[in-house]
């Protein structure tokens, strides 16, 4: 047996060469390099067929009509309404911590301001569904958009739905850029350390990225400008939605709390589902190091905050109500207290006025599992919120004569659970296939703090 | 014209040599850092990115398409309400809010690509994996005569390697 080369030996001893890499890097990009696990595929699976069976639901409501829905007379907005509203809540926290934040130069927003926006991505196209399945006859929901016909009728620019189109629209693509534009260096960084068809996706989407200073300059203004522009948008997207209820005269509904209420109520719902999604995803990928209970201390501080605004407006609404001495308003708010629905009002006012109380702890701001169990409390706890104001709002307008009473049925909630796992999959794909922490912004602080020990040290000696 | 790329481990360091080079009158100079430094941004280049002009132009181009969009077209289907002008400004000025921050968000963006020279096809050869790591380079393209003292001077200011590249 003739021995083999020594060049081969020494290749085969050698082993090839890595490409340089970081501590930052490397923990992240494990988080979807690592072949998915089982229970990643056990979830999917369990969302494909939540998924499944809501999309059934609405092939058949297309195919027989709205009319498979529990509606009953006068409720016509129901849980599609309230599913709607409730997905555009959860979709603020993204954009209020990437671009609000980022103004007032928190820098803790780092760790977690990917998955948040991301999140606002999607719960936006959840929300975007609900447009459709509520208008019925889908193939006519493009009516909505100012577009050119041979009848030459325009959309009417006073009606609040419209301006609604105009702002979720907006939203969605503004968030959309500011997410690509952060994730940009990041891909760079996946791109310089993968093969294959991940290589070719992330060469494709970083644009070519190299990270000099020129496009770092670029880079940061546009941060800035987009931030500048996204935090008005995202104060007015909910104010708008609140519109659409305000701008009638529905008793309960027609108030000028509502925009503040209801942009406080999305802040307050976007944390409580960053942190109710972030605390498995980070205990999962053994991400403690980067997104710290520091970070999540943060956010409960935001929960507590917020609760206090949303638990001040169901007082203020109820005292307005007492103090306008308009009849209707009296009687539906007593009827929301008391009436038909008072177990969905009850779990809103209990579940996010009272709990996140508990948040004045430090104790308990810390303690991850109570975090957690409040956070999903407060996310049926503002379900139920919409439900409340919507379906109650219907239900008990002026005439007593025309009251009436709804529940979702069967259907409904099986495109409401639809909608739970369209959000989930969507981010269950974006962990396998983006860095779900931005990879720069934490490089920066650490080069950053290292720069200043170093400097420190040297004085010392 | 030989290239030559200094490696450096902090930003200090990068704005340092980089403040030199310029003074010896090396311009053709490029720095890859792994994240946004203000020292480098000073050194390299202190004016403001053009960025701004982009967001402006969006900003004004979008305010200006809302009440236009909406103005003429509810004079072009007038929809008449007890006697009130067919074009009113304050539901109007919602659209064109919006379509201010929608504009100004999309020019941003090609601003951001403009003044970045993006999308590029081919990565520069003076780039290296290395800069998306945790290190910094420094890429100077000088004649062949002044490769002894380009070298000197980023070795001097805490280069902790300095290679050349073929072009």
Redesign the interface.
């Known amino acids: 047996m003739t021995p083999p080369p020594a060049e081969s030996v020494a290749a085969m001893i050698r082993p090839t060469p890595l ?4 501590p ?2 490397r923990d992240v990009m494990r988080v979807f390099m690592e072949r998915p696990g089982l229970g990643w595929l056990l979830l999917v699976g369990i969302c494909l067929g939540g998924l499944g069976g809501g999309a059934t639901v609405w092939i058949y409501q297309i195919y027989k009509g709205l009319g498979i829905a529990g509606y009953s007379h006068p409720v016509f907005w129901g849980a599609y309404i309230v599913t709607f509203v409730f997905w555009v809540g959860i979709a603020h926290a993204g954009t209020l911590i990437s671009a609000i934040l980022y103004l007032f130069r928190a820098k803790w927003r780092n760790a977690i301001n990917r998955s948040a926006e991301a999140m606002t991505i999607f719960a936006v196209f959840t929300a975007q569904l609900f447009l459709g399945i509520h208008v019925g006859r889908i193939w006519k929901a493009y009516f909505i958009l ?1 577009y050119p016909n041979q009848r ?7 009606s609040p739905l ?2 609604d189109t ?2 979720i ?2 939203y969605t ?2 968030s959309l ?2 997410l ?2 952060g994730l940009i ?1 990041d891909l ?2 996946a791109r ?2 993968t093969t294959g068809w991940r290589k070719a996706l992330y060469g494709a989407l970083s ?16 941060t800035l ?2 931030s500048g ?2 935090t ?2 995202v104060l ?1 997207v909910h104010s ?1 939605v609140s519109w659409d209820f305000a701008m009638s005269i529905v008793p309960t509904w027609h108030s000028t709390i509502f925009a503040p209420y209801f942009v406080a109520g999305a802040i307050f719902s976007g944390f409580a589902m960053v942190l109710t999604v972030m605390i498995p995803v980070r205990r999962i990928f053994g991400l403690e190091h980067i997104i710290t209970n520091y970070h999540f201390e943060n956010m409960t501080r935001f929960l507590l905050l917020t609760s206090t605004i949303v638990a001040y407006a169901y007082g203020v609404e109820f005292f307005i109500a007492w103090y306008s001495g308009v009849e209707p308003e009296q009687t539906s708010f007593y009827m929301r207290a008391f009436g038909k629905y008072w177990l969905a009002s009850w779990i809103m006012m209990v579940c996010n006025g009272v709990f996140p109380q508990l948040f004045w702890f430090k104790k308990l701001r810390t303690h991850i599992p109570t975090i957690f169990v409040i956070s999903t409390l407060i996310n049926i706890g503002m379900w139920f919120e919409r439900y409340v104001i919507i379906i109650e709002g219907l239900s008990n307008e002026y005439d007593p004569a025309v009251w009436g009473v709804y529940t979702p049925n069967l259907y409904e909630l099986m495109i409401v659970a639809g909608s739970f796992s369209f959000f989930s999959i969507l981010f269950l794909i974006f962990l396998k296939l983006f860095p779900v922490i931005p990879i ?2 934490v ?2 602080l ?3 703090d ?2 200043h020990a ?2 420190s040290h040297a004085e010392v000696h | 014209m030989p290239t030559l790329v200094g490696i450096f481990d902090t930003p200090g360091g990068v704005a340092a040599a980089v403040t030199r080079l310029k003074g010896r009158g090396f311009d053709k100079l490029e720095v890859y850092s792994p994240a946004p430094f203000d020292e480098i941004e000073q050194a390299v280049d202190p004016k403001p990115s053009k960025v701004r002009l982009f967001t402006l132009a969006g900003g004004l181009t979008g305010v200006v398409t809302g009440y236009a969009l909406t103005i003429w077209m509810s004079l072009n289907w007038p929809i008449v309400i007890g006697g009130k002008p067919y074009a009113s400004i304050p539901p109007y000025t919602v659209i064109a809010f919006e379509l201010t921050i929608l504009f100004g968000g999309i020019f941003t963006l090609l601003g951001l690509l403009a003044v970045g020279r993006l999308p590029k096809v081919k990565l520069d050869p003076g780039y290296s994996a290395r800069f998306s790591a945790e290190e910094f380079g420094v890429v100077v393209e000088v004649s062949d005569r002044d490769v002894a003292e380009v070298d000197g001077l980023l070795r001097a200011n805490a280069a902790k390697e300095v290679s050349l590249v073929a072009a």
């Open positions: 490409p340089p890499d970081s930052t890097n100012p030459a009728l325009w959309v009417n620019f006073k419209l301006w105009f702002a629209s907006t693509l503004t850029i500011f690509y534009v260096p760079a960084i310089d350390r644009l070519g990225w190299q990270g000099s200073s020129r496009q770092w300059k670029a880079h940061n203004r546009t400008h987009l522009l996204a008005p948008l007015s708008v720069s912004e490089k920066e650490i080069i950053h290292r720069a170093h400097g």
